[in-house]
């Protein structure tokens, strides 16, 4: 096998690409390689960059052209007790962030919601979807599309059902603009977040339709789906996992963890997250869930894309006679615990520590368990920074701790 070094020159003289290494070496020695090259052309010190621990091939999944790792720095938050249908326990939260003082905050919320006795959290609805486009010669022929969707479902679930055993159809909802048919396909992918079989799926749906009627398929997404953008029909009809979590707090747990009242909180929520966000045209009504979401998903496998439809929260506060009611109900938020990124070492010893790794027993359990407790601890984050807002004292936690 040639060495490293020798690949490199080979790239570097145009007798290989880059993506050609991993056919003539193993995983490692062409990422040694590519970092060779770089450091050649760039000058770059990689040597950071080439130390970690997993096997090189563990990332041929997840990965193309690789040269190393990047590694962040991984902090725990809790535990945080959480009272759902899926998730009964104490979880201590991987959080791998570069945000100083955003893994403290959420502990402080979580210390909060363990006062109180620990929150609740409920999956109330659950669907990956994607939506192909078609296009057809009028509206009258995109009406004759939508009437044998309709009344052919039975056969759309067979196709659909067939391409893996794990997938299960759901429904479909039909949409006409102009000369375009856009069909939302539904899915239940049980453990998995399940992108890569929603699209298969949606294939063999869409061939099925180009062979019974006359639409013609232009994309096997048509952004009606939607992932990986903002988008109201998310916060509307769900992606993923549509979840909740809550907790009642009582005024002498305000005040010991967060220095200030109910009232002053829940001020600060409506001004802030309900009427600010109002004003600003935004689709989610939180503080920052995308700061959690993004930790959380880095830590745990999943893709970090998806923080942009999983952000999609609204977070409601209301002062109550004997203390504070917060709750944050995520409409969009895409997470599994097989599949992606998952089965990288790192990522699955995160899960290893919420006893999320792998597929649950039943099918699909795993998965609603990860999505109430990144449910409850984007709950602790919230109430962290909506008591520092109301407090006075979020620049001094963050001069505390050095950023």
């Given at each position: ?146 009437e044998w969707v309709e009344d052919n479902e039975d056969q759309i679930e067979e196709v659909a059902n067939a ?45 099925l339709i180009e062979d019974e009627t006359p639409a013609s398929l232009v994309a096997v997404s048509g952004n ?176 505390e701790h050095g950023r």
């Amino acid at each position: 096998m040639p060495s490293a070094q020798e690949l490199a020159d080979r790239v570097e003289s145009g007798d290989l690409r880059l993506y050609e290494l991993q056919d003539h070496a193993d995983p490692k020695t062409a990422a040694e390689a590519r970092r060779l090259l770089l450091k050649e052309e760039t000058d770059a010190d990689l040597d950071t960059v080439a130390d970690f621990s997993f096997p090189a091939e563990r990332a041929d999944p997840n990965i193309e052209n690789m040269i190393g790792a990047a590694q962040i720095p991984m902090g725990v938050a809790g535990p945080v007790p959480v009272d759902g249908s899926a998730a009964d326990d104490d979880f201590y939260v991987p959080l791998a962030t570069t945000e100083g003082a955003l893994v403290a905050s959420v502990n402080r919320g979580m210390a909060a919601i363990r006062d109180a006795g620990g929150a609740n959290a409920e999956v109330l609805k659950y669907g990956i979807t994607r939506a192909p486009v078609f296009s057809v010669a009028d509206v009258k022929e995109a009406a004759d599309v939508v009437e044998w969707v309709e009344d052919n479902e039975d056969q759309i679930e067979e196709v659909a059902n067939a391409t893996d055993p794990h997938i299960e159809y759901q429904e479909v909802t039909p949409y006409v603009v102009g000369d375009n048919v856009y069909l939302r396909l539904h899915y239940d992918t049980g453990d998995a977040m399940g992108m890569n079989m929603v699209t298969i799926a949606s294939r063999s749906v869409a061939e099925l339709i180009e062979d019974e009627t006359p639409a013609s398929l232009v994309a096997v997404s048509g952004n009606l789906c939607n992932d990986k953008k903002p988008a109201a029909i998310n916060a509307v009809e769900g992606r993923g996992y549509t979840v909740a979590a809550d907790v009642f707090l009582p005024s002498d747990v305000v005040e010991d963890r967060f220095g200030t009242t109910a009232e002053a909180i829940a001020e600060v929520n409506t001004r802030k997250n309900l009427v600010g966000s109002a004003k600003a045209g935004a689709l989610g009504f939180n503080a920052h869930v995308a700061n959690i979401l993004g930790a959380a998903f880095l830590a745990l496998g999943q893709d970090e894309a998806h923080v942009v439809d999983g952000s999609n929260a609204i977070t409601s506060v209301e002062a109550r006679d004997d203390g504070l009611y917060a709750s944050v109900t995520f409409s969009s938020l895409p997470v599994g615990t097989v599949g992606g990124g998952t089965g990288l070492p790192t990522q699955s010893e995160a899960l290893d520590v919420l006893g999320l790794a792998g597929g649950g027993d039943p099918v699909g359990t795993n998965g609603d368990a990860l999505a109430e407790v990144i449910a409850s601890a984007g709950l602790a984050g919230e109430l962290s920074l909506l008591g520092a807002l109301a407090g006075r004292h979020l620049a001094s936690a963050h001069e505390e701790h050095g950023r």
